[in-house]
């Protein structure tokens, strides 16, 4: 047990996929704004560095979230040589909480792994924001 839970821990750590930022679309170039015109200072916009520190945050819980799989495998619900991704919807509220976590798409089909992952997410607190904030994040596992 000891040893599975040192390879799940080093496997999240090394393994875990950063999230993606919202995706923007782009405006029609003959009738949309023009994106050179954006203003950088938009008190509603979120912060690269908040961004970051969002990215970090969800990094720190993955050892807390890599013993999901532990808990999983315990159960009998996933063999012990499982490994796979679970990718997560996250919307951030304004006060920093994760108001709203979803699975997106995993590749290991349990459901107390999952619960277990979208759990431990909402347990962090993350910086306040200057709106909903929504995010993905895929961490990966791996047991042997």
Do not use: H
Not at 45 to 60: A, C, G, K, Q
């Amino acid at each position: 047990m000891a040893k599975l839970l040192i390879v799940v821990s080093m496997a999240m750590s090394l393994s875990a996929c950063g999230g993606k930022k919202p995706i923007a679309t782009n405006p029609d170039p003959d009738t949309g704004p023009d994106p050179s015109n954006a203003n950088v200072n938009d008190p509603t916009m979120v912060s690269p560095d908040t961004m970051d520190e969002i990215n970090r945050l969800f990094v720190r819980k993955g050892e807390a979230v890599s013993r999901c799989l532990s808990f999983a495998v315990d159960n009998k619900e996933l063999p012990k040589n499982s490994k796979g991704k679970v990718t997560l919807g996250v919307t951030i509220s304004r006060s920093g909480k994760a108001d709203a976590v979803k699975i997106i798409k995993a590749s290991l089909e349990s459901k107390s792994l999952s619960d277990c992952v979208v759990n431990k997410v909402k347990e962090i607190q993350f910086p306040q924001v200057p709106k909903p904030y929504e995010t993905t994040y895929t961490y990966a596992f791996e047991a042997s």
